[in-house]
C-alpha cells in the first residue's frame, strides 16, 4: 500500500532554514508529482509547490519564490522541501501529498511535519 | 489565481441530518480539476470526492459530489458522528492551487 512518511517536529529560530523529508513506497516514485501544503495552526490549506520526481522540474507559489527548494532522491524514493530565511509565519504543519497529471487530485498524504519558528 | 469561496463557513447539524456544502470558484474551473477533502483535528486530509462528483475509494455513499464551472457542490446525505469536521474544496487546474478556507460541519 502506498505511505508517505515525513520527517519528525522542527523547533528554529527566525532567519533559520529547515528541510523536511517525506519518503513514499508502495507505489512508482516518478509516475506522481510531489506538492507540498502547509497548515498554520487553527487556519486553512495553503498549497506550497510541487516537484515532478521524473525530472525534477518544480513549480513554486509566487509566495514562496526564492525561499523554497524543493528537491528529490530517486534511489530512495523521497522528497523534500528546503524554507530558509524563517518567521514565525512559517509556524505551521506541513505535508508532503502526490498527485499526477493524470489524476490531479491529492490521494494520499503524509502525517504532517510540525515546524515552530520562535525564538 | 483562482480564489475559492466556501459556504456557509460553519453548519452546525445533528447526526442523521443533510449537510451541503457550496464552493464557489472566482473563475470557471474544469470538473476535472475540482476536488474535495474533509479534515479532522490533528490529521492531514483525506481525499473524498474528485472530478467534482466521483467518490474516491472507499468513501460512503453518503458523500456526493455536483456542479460544474463555478458553483460546486458536497452534500452529506446523513450525517454520521464521524463526518463532524472541517471540509475544504481544491482547484487543481490553475497554478497555484487553491483551496477554499473550508467549513466547519459541528454538532449542534
Known amino acids: 500500500q502506498v505511505h508517505l512518511v515525513q520527517s519528525g517536529t522542527e523547533v528554529k529560530e527566525p532567519g533559520a532554514s529547515v528541510k523536511v523529508s517525506c519518503k513514499t513506497s508502495?507505489?512508482?516514485?516518478?509516475?506522481?508529482?510531489i506538492h507540498w501544503v502547509r497548515q498554520a495552526p487553527g487556519q486553512g490549506l495553503e498549497w506550497m509547490g510541487w516537484?515532478?520526481?521524473?525530472?525534477?522540474?518544480?513549480n513554486y507559489a509566487q509566495k514562496f519564490q526564492g525561499r523554497v527548494t524543493m528537491t528529490r532522491d530517486t534511489s530512495i524514493s523521497t522528497a523534500y522541501i528546503d524554507l530558509n530565511s524563517l518567521t514565525s509565519d512559517d509556524t505551521a504543519l506541513y505535508f508532503c501529498?502526490?498527485?499526477?497529471?493524470?489524476?490531479?487530485?491529492?490521494?494520499?498524504w503524509g502525517q504532517g511535519t510540525l515546524l515552530t519558528v520562535s525564538s | 489565481e483562482t480564489v475559492l469561496t466556501q459556504s456557509p463557513d460553519t453548519l452546525s447539524l445533528t447526526p442523521g441530518e443533510r449537510a451541503t456544502l457550496s464552493c464557489r470558484a472566482s473563475q470557471s474551473v474544469s470538473s476535472r480539476n475540482l476536488a474535495w477533502y474533509q479534515q479532522k483535528l490533528g490529521q492531514a486530509p483525506r481525499l473524498l470526492i474528485y472530478g467534482a462528483a466521483s467518490r474516491a475509494t472507499g468513501i460512503p455513499d453518503r458523500f456526493s459530489g455536483s456542479g460544474s464551472g463555478t458553483d460546486f457542490t458536497l452534500t452529506i446525505s446523513r450525517l454520521e458522528p464521524e463526518d463532524f469536521a472541517v471540509y475544504y474544496c481544491?482547484?487543481?487546474?490553475?497554478?497555484?492551487?487553491?483551496f477554499g478556507q473550508g467549513t466547519k460541519v459541528e454538532i449542534k
Open positions: 508502495g507505489y512508482t516514485f516518478i509516475a506522481y508529482y
Open positions: 481544491q482547484q487543481s487546474g490553475s497554478s497555484p492551487r487553491t
Open positions: 516537484i515532478n520526481p521524473n525530472s525534477g522540474d518544480t
Open positions: 501529498t502526490r498527485a499526477s497529471r493524470a489524476t490531479p487530485e491529492h490521494d494520499y
